[in-house]
């Protein structure tokens, strides 16, 4: 979570002196500086996590010294997990809150012509994120165990997908369906490469 | 009643802000005596743990190196657990501190100041405002690092009677007064209607309880919760009575002095710890503990085990028998979490000054292989006004920041992170660390990067709708 934290931070950064360095006033401009905003973002995201999985990897060589019987108690694909969970986490947050706490108070949803569901896909949109962030978590720790860069790739890729598909908002067709369907994508792939199979996920349904 | 009460705090508060707790006669003097006393007396706390790190492994000079060997990994295995152990108390002080100030106006109103920052900030320049808020901050460190010193000049001339009824008066001013101007606060904002005999009642009992639970024994859930409400009292009051600027300045100031006192040869908290070495002083938490005045957040039983360890070898005969009730009471406490808990009576007046002698009392508790202790019985002490700063902070962020939620989210995750280092720190070090630096660092600023840095692009973000 800190991490992702300061990854905003830094993006936030630059944004902003892209933005007091131009016009104010030209709207195309600005929506452009946004964009560029959102894709460094998404880039400086990914360049956080990559270095948060170097943390943990000499965290982790840390406690396997220092335990007794050589394997380390946390395994990294449960770090990858609770790293994922963490940059979800916090990108959820710091995306949703606000509007939670204007949802509580008195207002009508789109009055000036603006999307009426703008609550609804907005938490939409916020939960798949979350989610795909744990995906990418561990696809990305994966990838960087194993060596295998076009893993890494495709989780940047991916990102920057899921972002740039909200660009077409509020043409909500375009930015939810493909992000969902990317999600369900990760998702499959995470669990495969976490050791799960058809056969487990048979057994864990039916309670053997 | 309810104009009566909002004048009150504010009468009180300016003389409160020279005798702290003291509602009706303060004697400053007291007040530092108290304070140092109490400062001294965590340090002398600090120091058993201390010596008893020395002590064990100096005895068993043959298992000393698989001593080392499972000091540090069971510091380390345990370290995590004592991280979360201290996460829970400061996260719900700094929930009770900012669901309080999102709710109750009171607390966001600016109703004057404390005597301690004479000078107003509605200037009509910046350059005003900003010599003001630092000279606010300058008499405030003053007065709290002349308070420290009183209490090291106190120490040494063993004044403890005086300290303890000092610290008696403060934590009833605290229990009874402010927490009766709370719960008013809290009715007027949900107009809850509430005769005077139900609140002298609840108010009665409340106070009652939580000196019982402070100061002498009591389940050690409640004595949390009392140290956990007594905290955000104070950091409320904080935030309501310090303005702006000077808030943020004494934010900076207060941990650069932690950072000092605690880790000079020449600061007082430094000076306090060895004249409590030379005495050879274990039986301290005993009279912490008695006197009720200053509990640091204790996750183990270490102090057993030095006050064993301690009565041995102490001095002072008088204190042994006090020691060994001590000890009993410690035992009795639930051996994950016992707590002390700092007391923050005094905070009003000088909270800074208490507050490094608490960052102090962050320490790491040995691993006595020696013992058949529990592995469980082992962690970390946090002084009350460590839980009070981060929870101004905290307070602070969520009151006046434009970025609202996103800030306070930031300030928490980064106090907490630097909560996590100090503790990681304190690990490595095994000696008593100031636990303010890092984390108000981190805070602070996350706090000014995010107000103006991150929540322009997050609300353009949140505008169209774009996701990152």
Redo the contacts between chains.
């Keep these: 979570?800190?991490f992702w934290?300061v990854s905003?931070?830094l993006?936030?950064?630059i944004?902003?002196i892209a933005?007091k360095a131009s016009d104010p006033r030209d709207e195309p401009l600005?929506?452009g500086l946004?964009?560029f905003?959102?894709t460094f973002?998404?880039l400086l995201?990914e360049a956080f996590r990559f270095l948060y999985y170097k943390l943990l990897r000499k965290a982790i060589k840390?406690?396997v010294a220092?335990?007794?019987d050589g394997c380390s108690?946390i395994s990294i694909q449960q770090v990858a997990y609770v790293a994922g969970v963490g940059f979800g986490l916090?990108?959820g947050?710091?995306?949703m809150?606000?509007?939670l706490?204007d949802a509580l108070g008195p207002g009508t949803v789109g009055i000036h012509g603006d999307s009426q569901l703008?609550f609804l896909?907005?938490a939409f949109?916020?939960m798949v994120?979350i989610f795909l962030h744990t995906f990418w978590a561990i696809l990305f720790f994966h990838g960087c165990e194993h060596r295998r860069w076009w893993e890494i790739t495709a989780v940047v890729v991916m990102h920057l997908v899921?972002?740039g598909s909200?660009?077409c908002?509020?043409l909500y067709m375009g930015?939810l369906v493909p992000s969902y369907l990317l999600m369900a994508t990760a998702a499959t792939w995470a669990y495969l490469l976490s050791g799960g199979s058809a056969q487990n996920l048979r057994r864990f349904l039916l309670c053997k | 009643m309810t104009e009566l009460s909002a004048h009150l705090p504010q009468f009180q508060h300016g003389q409160l802000t020279e005798n702290f707790p003291d509602n009706h006669l303060s004697n400053t003097n007291d007040n530092s005596e108290r304070r140092r006393h109490d400062n001294s007396e965590r340090r002398r706390n600090d120091n058993p743990e201390s010596e008893t790190n020395g002590q064990p492994q100096n005895n068993i000079q043959q298992v000393v190196e698989q001593d080392e060997e499972d000091d540090e990994e069971l510091t380390l295995k345990y370290g995590a657990k004592h991280v979360i152990m201290l996460f829970v108390p400061v996260t719900l002080c700094m929930v009770v501190v900012v669901a309080t100030i999102k709710s109750v106006s009171f607390y966001t109103r600016k109703d004057g100041q404390l005597i301690y920052t004479p000078f107003t900030e509605e200037t009509e320049t910046v350059g005003q405002r900003a010599l003001n808020s630092i000279l606010n901050a300058a008499i405030m460190i003053s007065v709290i690092i002349v308070m420290t010193i009183l209490l090291v000049v106190l120490y040494k001339y063993r004044c403890y009677k005086v300290i303890h009824g000092w610290l008696i008066i403060s934590s009833l001013l605290l229990l009874f007064f402010f927490s009766f101007i709370y719960l008013g606060e809290v009715f007027k904002t949900y107009n809850v209607a509430m005769d005077y005999i139900t609140v002298a009642l609840m108010i009665w009992n409340f106070g009652v309880v939580g000196m019982i639970c402070i100061h002498w024994k009591g389940p050690l859930r409640l004595q949390q919760a009392y140290l956990i409400m007594i905290s955000a009292l104070m950091a409320l009051v904080f935030i309501k009575y310090l303005p702006e600027w000077t808030a943020w300045l004494i934010l900076a100031v207060i941990s650069v002095y932690d950072l000092v006192a605690v880790l000079c040869p020449k600061g007082p908290l430094r000076m306090l710890v060895e004249t409590a070495q030379e005495r050879n002083e274990t039986l301290f938490p005993a009279l912490i503990y008695s006197s009720t005045m200053i509990w640091l957040v204790n996750m183990a039983e270490e102090d057993p085990e030095a006050q064993r360890k301690a009565s041995k070898n102490s001095t002072y005969d008088k204190q042994a028998p006090a020691n060994q009730t001590q000890n009993e009471d410690a035992e009795a406490d639930d051996g994950g979490f016992s707590q002390e808990w700092q007391q923050q009576r005094d905070n009003r007046i000088g909270p800074i000054e208490s507050t490094p002698e608490s960052r102090a009392a962050v320490q790491a508790l040995p691993s006595n292989s020696q013992t058949s202790e529990d592995p469980e019985e082992r962690g970390v002490k946090l002084g009350l006004g460590d839980f009070i700063f981060y929870s101004v902070l905290v307070g602070k962020a969520s009151a006046t920041a434009s970025g609202d939620w996103n800030t306070t989210l930031a300030c928490f995750v980064a106090i907490l992170i630097g909560l996590c280092l100090t503790l990681l720190l304190l690990a490595i070090f095994k000696k008593a660390l100031p636990a303010l630096p890092i984390s108000i660092t981190f805070g602070l600023v996350f706090y000014f990067a995010t107000d103006n840095l991150v929540q322009p692009f997050m609300d353009q973000l949140a505008f169209h709708q774009f996701y990152i």
Aim: overall charge neutral; charged content about 5%; proline content about 2%.
């Design positions: 979570a800190f934290l905003l931070l993006s936030s950064l944004w902003f933005v600005q929506k946004l964009i905003g959102v973002s998404v995201q840390g406690l220092l335990s007794e108690p916090m990108s947050a710091f995306s809150i606000n509007l706490a703008y896909t907005s949109m916020t994120l899921v972002s909200t660009f908002n509020t930015s």
